[in-house]
């Protein structure tokens, strides 16, 4: 029997959720070692890594980055072929998104869920060790406060990732007008891998496999925007995309 791959992860991150996906669609075993937001430092510095989430613990060594992550995975092995197309211009995509889309959509769904303590308490701390979800609970002002520092939440910020979301979103709604059924307009990719998993606190799919309020429980002025989000060509690729190919290989 194969032993699983340690995968340490934020569980509600959704550059985590990139890496859990890549690591099914590939039919690889893993087992997911979920904390605490800021806590997760310790144990990824244990293993290896430097402070960020995801990290695996692969046979090639530790994996630190998500698109790393999602590239091992990929890679053919045996007579099994890489399960989502790559090409010079998918991973142009690739960057791009982990570069500015990612921390502008977490920076923005912090900036929404943070304030509402017992929700956000909720669902970072669920599927976490228990010592960490008491203490979650008991220190939450100030991981809250250390969460805005390090992620630079403050509306001057949180304004202008908005902007971004916005001039990406309206980019693939643009590109889709053509009838497309991915960003490329070829068979799902790495791209459309990266596009629908950092995309996901936009519109919330049930598919999603990690902890996720349900969107009756959202903010009113977020649950607004998951729900126009949803609505436009750009959310209805990424639904489809977690409808079409987030299939958990693994319990």
Known sequence: MTTPLRLITIPVSHFCEKAR????????????????PILHRIHVKRAGGCSSTPLLISPDGPLTESSDIVRWCNR????RPALAAESDDAW???A?????FGPDVRRTAYDALLPHSALAREFLGRTTPAWENRLL??????????MRKGLAINPPRVARSEARIEQLLSEVDALLADGRTTLLGGPFSVADLTFAALGAP????????GPMPAIARLP?????????RRGRPSGQLILRHYRDHRRRSFP
Not at 21 to 36: K, M, N, T, Y
Not at 76 to 79: F, I, N, T, V
Not at 137 to 146: E, G, N, Y
Not at 220 to 228: G, K, Q, S
């Open 76 to 79: 053919p092995r045996g007579e």
């Open 220 to 228: 009113d002025a977020f649950r607004a925007r998951v729900l126009e």
């Open 202 to 209: 936009l519109v919330f799919p049930a598919e999603y496999g």
């Open 21 to 36: 996906w890549a690591l099914d669609l590939a039919g690889i075993p893993f087992a997911e070692e979920a904390h605490v």
């Open 96 to 100: 791009r998104l982990d570069r500015e």
């Open 137 to 146: 609970r008991l220190a939450f002002p100030l991981l809250r406060v250390a």
């Open 92 to 94: 142009a995509w690739v």
